[in-house]
């Protein structure tokens, strides 16, 4: 079996894998990291093995498998709106993670075109999500009221209907029990807006503001 034939076999299911990762993988074999080198970026220029970023790689061209170069991380924010059906907007993976980041905004599989958004989230506020299915995936994305405040925290404003289906969704005691640990600033925001809204929203008159 050819090198390239067992990175294949063995990392393909992988949603992501790092260049340490093989040199682990092939330490008993004594292969120097330079030869690993060449040989993923044979497999890239042949279209078989994609980047993701510096030394992390996939055999998936998804762009939800780009979550997983910033492990531990959740979707959250738009995309969590979108990947749990809370509103008809498609969006970009927006990736929360306690990892250091130096851009917000970067691209993936080498394509100028293919955005992804990353933000640091401090790791006092880095619960409040759950494990969804997303085709052979399986995807950690914030739950309604850790997105709800997600949103306010990261200061991304939407037009009030925007936020009929999370509104719907949560769970106000929920809510409070997050809000807990946040500064009374965006606590109070969160709660002002639910306030507002909410019975709009469940009562159905949230959805069409004209």
Do not use: C
């Not at 034939?5 to 092939?26: A, G, K, M, W």
């Not at 749990?84 to 907007?89: G, N, P, T």
Request: proline residues 5%; positive net charge; aromatic residues 14%.
């Amino acid at each position: 079996m050819t090198i390239v034939n067992e990175i294949t076999r063995h990392f393909s299911d992988y949603p992501v894998f790092t260049h340490r990762d093989l040199r682990l993988y092939f330490s008993n074999k004594r292969i120097k990291s330079s030869n690993l080198t060449r040989i993923l970026s044979y497999m890239k220029s042949n279209g078989d093995l994609y980047s993701l970023k510096k030394s992390v790689y996939t055999f998936k061209k998804n762009d939800m498998v780009s979550g997983f170069a910033y492990t531990p991380f959740y979707y959250g924010l738009l995309s969590a709106l979108t990947l749990r059906d809370l509103w008809i907007q498609n969006s970009r993976p927006e990736i929360l993670t306690i990892k250091k980041i130096r851009s917000n905004r970067t691209t993936i599989f080498d394509d100028p075109k293919d955005v992804i958004f990353v933000h640091h989230m401090p790791t006092r506020y880095f619960f409040g999500f759950d494990i969804i299915n997303y085709g052979v995936l399986k995807l950690p994305v914030s739950d309604p009221e850790k997105t709800l405040i997600d949103l306010f925290y990261y200061k991304v404003k939407l037009p009030p209907q925007n936020y009929d289906g999370l509104l719907r969704s949560i769970e106000i005691k929920k809510v409070h029990k997050y809000l807990k640990v946040y500064d009374k600033h965006t606590s109070k925001s969160v709660l002002n807006f639910v306030k507002k809204y909410k019975l709009l929203a469940d009562s159905g008159k949230l959805s069409n503001p004209y």
